[in-house]
């Protein structure tokens, strides 16, 4: 565990699970202060997301620095054991945002609307963070590997392989099995489902 502070933002531990480390930020002071984002590493890469909600947007405007401070620590989480890995930044938006608002009541229309609009904020927020670490530190340009939406996401062909193969678990009805899975195989499938069906 540590503690660190840039700006506004007090960065409260680094933990280590069995599914990779954890970064955890909290925001003393304010309304948040009790929230902590947690931000996973993946073997020697890490992951960073930002949903693209209203909540996301009011906090980044409430606390400017914040999205800097989130890179930054991520680039220099040696405590973590993570000083060398490489950087991903998620931007969440399209379908997988407006979805949540859709069942929520919105209308189609308003909800890809609201989703764009905040998505296009955060990214020039984004943009301008990752130009000013870079600017401070070169060796920072190497280690971001770039900033994706979920529109490149739709597109890599791993991801398709993946969606097929999770839309085929998910339509499995185990009350007549397929003769050739394994009891092991059954067993996991059927966990996938309720995980799945929790999540959603």
Not at 126 to 155: F, M, Y
Request: net charge negative; with cysteine.
């Amino acid at each position: 565990s540590y503690v660190a502070t840039r700006g506004s933002i007090r960065v409260e531990s680094a933990a280590k699970s069995r599914r990779g480390t954890h970064v955890n930020f909290a925001f003393p002071g304010t309304a948040f202060e009790s929230a902590l984002v947690r931000v996973s590493l993946i073997g020697s890469n890490m992951f960073l997301p930002l949903c693209s909600k209203p909540s996301m947007l009011r906090l980044t405007k409430d606390h400017p620095d914040l999205i800097e401070c989130y890179i930054a620590q991520c680039l220099n989480a040696g405590q973590s054991e993570a000083q060398d890995t490489k950087l991903v930044i998620f931007i969440a938006d399209g379908d997988v945002m407006a979805q949540a608002d859709i069942a929520m009541g919105k209308s189609v229309p308003k909800a890809n609307s609201q989703v764009k609009e905040i998505s296009d904020e955060l990214r020039k927020m984004v943009d301008a963070a990752v130009e000013k670490l870079c600017d401070e530190d070169e060796e920072n340009r190497s280690r971001i590997s770039g900033i994706i939406h979920w529109n490149d996401i739709e597109q890599d062909k791993q991801f398709q392989i993946l969606y097929k193969k999770m839309e085929e678990i998910m339509n499995l009805d185990f009350t007549s099995p397929p003769p050739e899975m394994e009891d092991d195989l059954i067993t996991c499938c059927k966990e996938i489902q309720i995980h799945m069906k929790t999540l959603v």
